[in-house]
Nanobody
């Protein structure tokens, strides 16, 4: 069985930093891309950052210059370093990974979510 295990959320004050991690456990063939989404109360889930298998990255305009996405291929883990946090960053953050189970099909999977709360 394949699982996505998130960690690193918490409560910080404005201007602080947090580092989220998401580890993909179980047997997979390869990873196509890994990303982070977030969802605030009453809001739609939005893409925060994405990293492809080739190392290319993309960020939402609201976090560009403050957040950095990276991956450890040996550990099948993706990270989100969040600096200069603002109250509007408060949300549940979800890890999203598209991976190949076999040569026949790929799977788009989600982590359980981790709460990030930024106080003013």
């Amino acid at each position: 069985q394949v699982q996505l295990v998130e960690s690193g959320g918490g409560l910080v004050q404005a201007g602080g930093s947090l580092r989220l991690s998401c580890e993909v456990t179980g047997s997979i063939l390869s990873i196509n891309y890994m990303g982070w989404y977030r969802q605030a109360p009453g809001e739609q889930r939005e893409l925060v950052a994405l990293i492809t298998s080739g190392g290319n990255t993309n960020y939402a305009d609201s976090v560009k210059g403050r957040f950095t996405i990276s991956r450890d291929n040996a550990k099948n883990t993706v990270y989100l370093q969040m600096n200069s946090l603002k109250p509007e960053d408060t949300a549940v953050y979800y890890c999203n990974v598209k991976y190949r189970r076999s040569s026949y099909f790929s799977v788009d999977d989600w982590g359980q979510g981790t709460q990030v709360t930024v106080s003013s």
